[in-house]
């Protein structure tokens, strides 16, 4: 081997490895996925293709939970559990197949019949579970059980699309499994923000004083699962929205805590700043949807859009760097990426309640900027997701 001369840096490792640790497939999956499937469903809502990928909201809303965000959700618990745990979880072949497994769901959304497509699409998120529940078991790790209860909760809940054309479940099942699950998102995202955002934005701005507060921490996830409930039993106006009200001033408190007005000169930390503060707004609007003041799709996409999209673009790119050994510095493009998924939500939510004559231009408008932001992370990640870590070291 040739020595290196003097002032000559170590060059990176060579090689493919795309199945070293869960983020690397999935984040680029996720990705890829969201870019495309946005575009063509936007496109089909605009009436310039033909219906013949999702055709129905309902399907849409499917494939964005299931599809997209479990994905993403994926490849985070692969590398976290790991790291929580000390013990491996799936790599190598198990890996690839769990992600075989996704991408048959995602074609069985297309040309499967309803039977293969819901056994598909459970299957996904239970493997997922299996893959975590292992190293969690063994480690002890009772303090994040509850993702493994969340994630076969979510096997369940992906039947009912698939299954909903068949008439063997209830025509309401599928609006009201989506509505409970997209609830089950938002408490995994609330669950970990309040986890690392304070650490993530005192660690970053030295004085920042972000800081948590334990009974506000309690009452804000506990009032998601008590949302969980309302939703599974198709609660009335009367309970959602006092109880939407109560949820969104405490989310919104448990944000200000954060101290998000010290995060602009820090984009990776802004960008979950800014995610996170569409959960407040996304609880607002079902206030005001829920005795029908404004239609419900403007509070879904809020979440969907701006919290959870929000969300996913930041952690993709912050995890993805950390976990290939490169520095924790979002570049001109990710902070595109970040400001494009914004917009994305802002044009859909607010444009769309602001121009309602010209609410399918939103549609488009919000479109084109989510797929022009997950396009940019794909090409821009892919190199970084398939090779080796800088430093040499696994996964």
């Known amino acids: 081997m040739a020595l290196l001369k003097a002032g000559e840096s170590t060059p990176p490792p060579r090689g493919f490895a795309l199945w070293a640790l869960g983020f690397r497939p999935f984040y680029l999956l996720a990705a890829a996925f ?44 692969f590398t976290a559990v790991r790291n929580w745990t000390g013990r491996p979880t799936p790599t190598g072949g198990w890996l690839a197949a769990i ?59 992906a039947l009912t699309v698939p299954l909903g054309s068949t008439g063997v479940l209830p025509r309401e099942a599928p609006n009201v499994s989506l509505a409970v699950t997209l609830d089950g998102v938002m408490f995994i995202i609330a669950v970990m923000a309040g986890r690392v955002m304070p650490m993530f934005t005192n660690n970053a701005i030295p004085g ?13 996830l506990a009032g998601i699962v008590v949302l969980i409930v309302a939703d599974l039993f198709e609660a009335g106006a009367a309970v959602l ?41 996304h609880l607002a609007l079902r206030a005001c949807a829920a005795p029908g003041w404004i239609a419900p799709q403007f509070a879904t996409h809020a979440l969907t859009i701006g919290a959870i999209g929000g969300m996913t673009i930041g952690m993709m790119t912050r995890t993805a760097r950390g976990h290939t050994a490169r520095a924790l510095r979002a570049d001109a493009w990710e902070v595109a990426c970040y400001a494009l998924v914004q917009a994305a939500a802002v044009i859909r939510v607010f444009g769309g309640l602001a121009w309602r004559e010209g609410y399918p231009w939103t549609v488009l408008a919000s479109g084109a900027c989510w797929s022009l932001a997950f396009g940019i992370y794909t090409v821009r990640y892919w190199p970084i997701l398939t090779r080796p870590r800088l430093d040499g070291k696994p996964g």
């Open 99 to 157: 992600v075989a497994l996704w991408i048959a769901a995602r074609v069985s959304m297309i040309v499967g019949g309803p039977i293969v497509a819901g056994v598909l699409n459970a299957a996904f998120p239970v493997a997922v579970a299996i893959g975590i529940a292992i190293p969690l078991a063994r480690s002890g790790n009772r303090r994040n059980y509850f993702f493994v209860a969340l994630l076969a909760a979510a096997g369940l809940a």
């Open 34 to 77: 969201a870019a495309l499937s946005i575009a063509l469903w936007a496109l089909e809502y605009a009436g310039w293709l033909p219906a013949g990928y999702l055709g129905t909201p309902t399907r849409h809303a499917h494939e964005m939970l299931f599809g997209f965000a479990f994905a993403v959700i994926a490849g985070f618990l």
């Open 241 to 281: 929205v006092p109880l939407a009200i109560l949820l969104a001033s405490a989310h919104a408190a448990r944000w200000i805590l954060w101290r998000p007005w010290r995060t602009p000169g820090t984009p990776l930390v802004w960008v979950l700043h800014a995610a996170y503060a569409w959960i407040p707004i």
């Open 208 to 220: 920042a004083g972000a800081r948590r507060v334990g009974w506000l921490e309690k009452a804000a």
